[in-house]
T-cell receptor, first 113, second 117 residues
Framework: DVKVTQSSRYLVKRTGEKVFLECVQDMDHENMFWYRQDPGLGLRLIYFSYDVKMKEKGDIPEGYSVSREKKERFSLILESASTNQTSMYLC????????????FGPGTRLTVT | AQTVTQSQPEMSVQEAETVTLSCTYDTSESDYYLFWYKQPPSRQMILVIRQEAYKQQNATENRFSVNFQKAAKSFSLKISDSQLGDAAMYFCAYRRIGTGTASKLTFGTGTRLQVTL
């Protein structure tokens, strides 16, 4: 079974703090994604990576950056957390070519106070 | 840009009954994939069913089936013999054919399904 894990289920940070959200997958997948989930807005793509050290902006990249130094790990960074970044963050991974499915992690509920 | 619309924020169904969740989408592509994902309360998102646009036959997975109307750009999910474990948030999603950039999903806003006794 594919396993996608996220470093924290719940996180509380203060405004202005630098925040790291970690995601690890164990299936040697090329593609990894960071989504943000908000009520009434569904899931919106922040960033994705289709290879090590490769990244592309998604629909809402402002205020975020990412890092992928190893194939299995994809980090989301909030350089200076703000209250409007309070949200559920979901990581996903997907193999390439004929692989259809994105596999999701359990999510990190981040609260910025 | 592709968009996915779910017009039913909440739905309710009685146990053992059938419910249909609606989804429409907009794309200029002729080939693509459509998905329904399920997110149970406090649990991970999992894939329920997928449909390849080039296939005319509607996909089915046990009690879950879709009604795919390509011309109308409609992709509804039917859940038969509803069970308490079906209670969840359901998301419709779209993806282009291909790799790399095409791998990203565009999601609808979700439908919360409640199952009652």
């Amino acid at each position: 079974d594919v396993k996608v894990t996220q470093s924290s289920r719940y996180l509380v940070k203060r405004t202005g703090e630098k925040v790291f959200l970690e995601c690890v997958q164990d299936m040697d997948h090329e593609n990894m994604f960071w989504y943000r989930q908000d009520p009434g807005l569904g899931l919106r793509l922040i960033y994705f990576s289709y290879d090590v050290k490769m990244k592309e902006k998604g629909d809402i990249p402002e205020g975020y950056s990412v890092s992928r130094e190893k194939k299995e790990r994809f980090s989301l960074i909030l350089e200076s957390a703000s209250t409007n970044q309070t949200s559920m963050y979901l990581c996903a991974s997907k193999g390439d070519m004929i692989s259809y499915e994105q596999y999701f992690g359990p999510g990190t509920r981040l609260t910025v106070t | 840009a592709q968009t996915v619309t779910q017009s039913q924020p909440e739905m309710s169904v009685q146990e053992a009954e059938t419910v249909t969740l609606s989804c429409t989408y907009d794309t200029s592509e002729s080939d693509y994939y459509l998905f329904w994902y399920k997110q149970p309360p406090s649990r991970q998102m999992i894939l329920v069913i997928r449909q390849e646009a080039y296939k005319q036959q509607n996909a089915t997975e046990n009690r879950f089936s879709v009604n795919f109307q390509k011309a109308a750009k409609s992709f509804s999910l039917k859940i038969s013999d509803s069970q308490l474990g079906d209670a969840a948030m359901y998301f419709c999603a779209y993806r282009r054919i291909g790799t790399g950039t095409a791998s990203k999903l565009t999601f609808g806003t979700g439908t919360r399904l409640q199952v009652t006794l």
